[in-house]
Nanobody, 125 residues
Framework: QVQLVESGGGLVQAGGSLRLSCAASGRTLSNYAMAWFRRAPGNEREFVAV????????GYADSVKGRFTISRDNAENTVYLQMNSLKREDTAVYYC??????????????????WGQGTEVTVSS
């Protein structure tokens, strides 16, 4: 069983930056593809970014490409999401998730059995 805990959310002005962290316990993450999703009020959960097991491949939603960067530190069992040039439409609860070990990165939330509790990001104008 994998436990994931997100942190780093908060209130930021448009154009600002935040760095989210996702710390894992229960298992080492070195063999897991990891992803970030978000859910804005009234919306469904949507894909944000994904990274493969060793960090040498990543993918992004078009809405965040060029502004967000996903990374990981397997020695620290932590995945990060650096968010720059934040916009009001980035306001959401952000969740990290991981796949079963050895599975390839995916953008569908249904492919991820393990989830954190979420961290809230609010971008003001």
């Amino acid at each position: 069983q994998v436990q994931l805990v997100e942190s780093g959310g908060g209130l930021v002005q448009a154009g600002g930056s935040l760095r989210l962290s996702c710390a894992a316990s229960g298992r080492t993450l070195s063999n897991y593809a990891m992803a970030w999703f978000r859910r804005a009020p009234g919306n469904e959960r949507e894909f944000v970014a994904v990274i493969n097991w060793n960090g040498n491949s990543a993918g992004y939603a078009d809405s965040v490409k060029g502004r967000f960067t996903i990374s990981r530190d397997n020695a620290e069992n932590t995945v990060y999401l650096q968010m720059n040039s934040l916009k009001r439409e980035d306001t959401a609860v952000y969740y990290c998730a991981c796949r079963f070990p050895g599975h390839e990165p995916a953008s569908s939330p249904y492919e991820y059995p393990y989830w954190g509790q979420g961290t809230e990001v609010t971008v003001s104008s």
